[in-house]
């Protein structure tokens, strides 16, 4: 192998001359995951496209696929041509064919079925019934849920109220009828939820029957009360607040406040109690008393070894006392 006699000399990280073009694009497209979820990706993306476009969705606008390709660069006019069938097929978007060469009639309304020309398409069959009543079609309610995102249900129950009458195209008349009565019930759920919000709620009957509500008993479960606790102080609570002339504003928050109150006191006399006992045989001295300890220099298991000879001790001794605690600390 012959090795050159001019050896390559390492360029310069400083002379590296960098593009100016910047990776961050100008323009991005957008289009609605759920509508993506429904027709797919690429028909959302196209249709989104599209819409800037049809500006006017009561005509016919002639598309130009050179142009919506030029938008659409990382497609091919062919495959535009072919998702712009699906949509149609989807009954989305109605196509004509158009006298410009290159070019595509759309309309994403329904009135659309009229052609420039003034000459009617052919509507799609109503679907028969047993009763002969008119009935959407399938591809007419698809086009309603995927465009207005009325559920299915509500254009079936429209469907049974429906009268045809002269002067547009049924399936117009259908659509428009769906579109008023829908927007009437978003229109009635909004104003019933707003009478809601502010209906003074009458509160419940407060004598000796009275009980907390289901949050309140969850609250003081949740901070370890007993609740046959909280049910024995319910008629100190109720007696509390009769005679004071009624219960008071938040009776709930104010039982659990009270409930917590007499469960320290509770809890507290447990612990520090006047009245002398016998140890147990499982007795454990509290959590200060190893705190305690640990400030004389005796860790935790020092302490811990020397609790069974202690027990045991005070156990064959058969004497009280008011602190085993205190005198936990004294044999350490």
Excluded: C
């Excluded at 009270?258 to 147990?280: A, G, M």
């Amino acid at each position: 192998m012959e090795v050159s006699r001019y050896p390559i000399r390492p360029t310069s990280l400083n002379s590296i001359t960098m593009p100016s073009v910047s990776l961050i694009p100008d323009r991005q497209l957008t289009f609605s995951p759920e509508l993506a979820e429904t027709i797919g990706l690429e028909e959302a993306v196209l249709l989104q496209a599209l819409g800037e476009q049809l500006a006017d969705r009561e005509a016919w606008t002639a598309i130009s696929l050179a142009r919506l390709q030029a938008t659409l660069s990382f497609w091919s006019i062919e495959h535009i041509a072919d998702l712009i069938g699906k949509l149609v097929t989807l009954g989305i978007l109605q196509q004509r064919q158009s006298q410009t060469p290159g070019s595509v009639l759309l309309s994403a309304s329904a009135e659309a079925s009229v052609s420039a020309g003034g000459v009617s398409s052919p509507a799609a069959e109503p679907e028969p019934t047993e009763g002969g009543k008119w009935q959407p079609s399938a591809a007419l309610e698809d086009l309603i849920a995927l465009t207005h995102g009325i559920p299915r249900h509500f254009i079936a129950s429209i469907a049974t109220q429906f009268i045809e009458t002269q002067g547009t195209e049924i399936d117009t008349q259908f659509r428009q009828l769906v579109l008023s009565r829908w927007r009437e019930a978003q229109q009635s759920e909004v104003k019933a939820g707003q009478s809601q919000a502010f209906e003074v709620s009458v509160p419940p009957p407060f004598g000796k029957d009275w009980v907390p509500s289901q949050d309140a008993l969850d609250i003081l479960a949740q901070a370890g009360i007993d609740i046959v606790f909280a049910e024995s102080v319910r008629a100190e609570f109720i007696l509390y607040w009769s005679e004071r002339g009624g219960p008071p504003k938040e009776v709930n928050s104010r039982f659990v406040e009270h409930v917590r109150r007499r469960w320290l006191k509770h809890t507290s006399q447990l612990h520090h109690s006047t009245e002398p006992t016998r140890i147990p045989r499982n007795w454990q001295p509290d959590t200060s008393v190893y705190e305690t300890l640990s400030l004389a220099g005796i860790t935790e298991s020092e302490a811990k070894a020397l609790l069974p000879e202690f027990v045991m001790y005070w156990i064959d001794s058969n004497e009280v006392h008011t602190s085993w605690n205190s005198k936990f600390l004294q044999h350490v």
